[in-house]
């Protein structure tokens, strides 16, 4: 089955690491976008990419950056420029029609120690 | 601006009973479209239903429906028949713009989000 996967589920980082969470889909969609997720608020953007090599900041890309080296793969680093990393991220995907909106990944944690 | 608006933050329901989930708008772009994601505990965003603008009737899907007064730029969201696994957080969201233009792909928008709990 088509789908978007994300790894890993948890992720733990010492203050000043960088970390790189994975971002991989097979449905062949064009538009990949990372979000974060804050406890009881929505979601907000961070980046997006609609082709290859080519990519957008969102609404709060400081702190992070991305690449889009293959069509399947958008994968997010969280730097340590990042203040307040502890969140929860979403990747998803949309093809060039977008009426449906996005697939969704399972997320990942990640936990600042 | 917050574009999406979701006023409750969470909501009780029984079981078998319905429930409306509130979700207004704001654009001043002829074309958008809203959606409605449910988010369970274990995180994935679920897709429920698809409202588009320019769309007369009222989107279904199943034992979603969704309440489109675009006058008063409104898309509540009514679930039927609550079950215990429609416990969850369900998010309204729009995109603004026609969805098969590339310039609508940056603008995607979501609420805060409303707590639904279903209660036996």
């Known amino acids: 089955d088509g789908g978007i996967t994300q790894s890993p589920k948890y992720l733990f980082r010492k203050e000043g690491q960088n970390v790189t969470l994975s971002c991989e889909q097979n449905?062949?969609?064009?538009?990949m976008y990372w979000y974060r997720q804050d406890p009881g608020q929505g979601l907000r953007l961070i980046y997006y990419?609609?082709?290859?090599?080519?990519?957008q900041k969102g609404d709060i890309a400081e702190g992070y950056s991305v690449s889009r080296e293959k069509k399947e793969s958008f994968p997010l680093t969280v730097t340590s420029a990042q203040k307040n990393p502890t969140a929860f991220y979403l990747c998803a995907s949309r093809d060039k029609t977008g009426n449906y909106g996005y697939t969704f990944g399972s997320g990942t944690r990640l936990t600042v120690v | 601006a917050q574009k999406i608006t979701q006023t409750q933050p969470g909501m009780f329901v029984q079981e078998k009973e319905a429930v409306t989930l509130d979700c207004t708008y704001d654009t001043s772009d002829p074309s958008y479209g809203l959606f409605w994601y449910k988010q369970p505990s274990s995180g994935e965003m679920i897709f429920l239903i698809y409202?588009?603008?320019?769309?007369?009737q009222n989107a279904t899907e199943g034992r979603y429906s969704l309440n489109f007064q675009k006058a008063r730029k409104s898309a509540n969201l009514v679930i039927s028949a609550s079950q215990l696994g429609d416990s969850a957080m369900y998010f309204c969201a729009m995109r603004e713009g026609r969805g098969s233009t590339t310039d609508s792909w940056g603008k995607f928008q979501f609420g805060a989000g409303t707590q639904v709990v279903v209660t036996p």
């Open positions: 449905l062949n969609h064009d538009a």
């Open positions: 990419s609609q082709i290859v090599n080519d990519f």
């Open positions: 409202q588009g603008s320019y769309d007369q």
